[in-house]
């Protein structure tokens, strides 16, 4: 029962400190343009990184400092040129984590809030994660282990893996830190770097407060951060300050642009009918909602009526309850007119 408690504890926090049980396995790096490649994700954030003739670079660290190293040799094993600015596209650990194994002179930018945002919600998570969670997890794995006589049997094996697996993400984690940014902006953000020029906007609350979007406006690819998970459900928390009307405006007004590449925050890489589907998949729960809402269901009646399956989506399952409260409430607070779009 324990047990079941801290793995449920696990996974409300997964978020924010993606365990790393895949992190000897290897990454991939694709080149979706000219000189712009994007590292698929194995346990954080998809990051992409831009090559040019005076310096790289990167949007998004990656989920633990382990895993921003790793960042950084792939891209060194890519290019030699120094790593010069990394993009954060919000707050959330498992796109921020990796930061200390980035160089130390590299220049972060960022949204204003997302130190704000650290400071409120990971912080906590991660003291309360090395100092109960985790440890608790870890004795409750060696305490089973010792009830098992077999120490050949499939149960004790998978037990211990388990155990390494996470002993070892506790010792990475204890070495996460933030490093405040060097440029923190409120709206818009642009630099040229060599002949590129990179355009950073933040384009309203969506999936949280401080989300920003990357612009590679020489190639016409876009990172969207959070604001996609692509053919998968997305992460809604309403404390992180989720938007779903701003946010699927955003995607509207987004998929009017010349842009031929978008990268998700999660999934795989798409082209911009990616933006579209996100928006159609909030704009037909949204629209089901408030027709319930209309026939006086309560939130509870609506959750039980929704139906998973009328949705092309797989990964991320458990959020579907989650995008469903979140709709329901700013449908109930803001009094948005979800058909007027
Ligand atoms: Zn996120």
Same mark, same amino acid.
């Given at each position: 029962?324990?047990?079941?408690?801290?793995?449920?504890?696990?996974?409300?926090?997964?978020?924010?400190?993606?365990?790393?049980?895949?992190?000897?396995? *290897?990454?991939?790096?694709?080149?979706?343009?000219?000189?712009?490649?994007?590292?698929?994700?194995?346990?954080?954030?998809?990051?992409?990184?831009?090559?040019?003739?005076?310096?790289?670079?990167?949007?998004?660290?990656?989920?633990?400092? +382990?895993?921003?190293?790793?960042?950084?040799?792939?891209?060194?094993?890519v290019s030699n040129k120094p790593i010069k600015y990394l993009i954060l596209t919000h707050f959330h650990g498992d796109h921020i984590n990796g930061i200390v194994g980035f160089p130390r002179d590299v220049k972060i930018i960022a949204h204003q809030d997302l130190s704000k945002n650290n400071d409120l919600f990971n912080k906590k998570n991660l003291d309360n994660y090395i100092n109960n969670v985790l440890p608790g997890y870890l004795v409750n794995l060696k305490l089973q282990m010792g009830l098992i006589e077999n120490k050949e049997s499939e149960e004790f094996i998978s037990l211990k893996k388990d155990y390494e697996t996470n002993l070892e993400y506790f010792e990475d984690i204890k070495n996460i830190k933030l490093r405040e940014p060097d440029i923190a902006f409120e709206n818009f953000y642009r630099f040229r770097i060599a002949n +590129?020029?990179?355009?950073?906007?933040?384009?309203?609350?969506?999936?949280?407060? *401080?989300?920003?979007?990357?612009?590679?406006?020489?190639?016409?690819?876009?990172h969207m951060g959070d604001l996609i998970f692509n053919k998968m459900f997305p992460y809604t928390i309403e404390?992180?300050?989720?938007?779903?009307?701003?946010?699927?405006?955003?995607? *509207? *007004?987004?998929?009017k642009e010349n842009i031929y590449t978008v990268i998700p925050g999660h999934g795989e890489i798409g082209e911009k009918i990616i933006l579209k589907e996100q928006s159609d998949y909030f704009k037909t729960l949204a629209q089901k909602i408030e027709r319930l809402k209309k026939q006086n269901l309560s939130l509870d009646q609506i959750i039980a009526i929704c139906d998973i399956m009328d949705h092309d989506l797989k990964g991320n399952e458990d959020q579907f309850k989650e995008n469903i409260i979140v709709i329901y409430n700013q449908l109930t607070t803001s009094k948005v007119d979800w058909w007027n779009f």
């Open positions: 029962m324990k047990i079941k408690i801290i793995l449920l504890s696990l996974q409300i926090i997964i978020l924010l400190f993606t365990k790393t049980s895949n992190s000897q396995e *290897d990454f991939n790096y694709i080149e979706v343009s000219h000189n712009l490649y994007v590292i698929t994700e194995i346990s954080g954030g998809n990051v992409a990184f831009l090559v040019t003739k005076k310096g790289i670079v990167v949007v998004d660290a990656g989920s633990t400092p +382990e895993n921003g190293a790793k960042i950084v040799s792939i891209i060194k094993s +590129e020029r990179i355009m950073l906007e933040h384009p309203g609350p969506g999936h949280t407060n *401080d989300n920003i979007l990357v612009k590679f406006s020489n190639h016409n690819v876009i404390e992180h300050g989720v938007d779903i009307y701003t946010w699927v405006k955003i995607l *509207d *007004d987004l998929y």
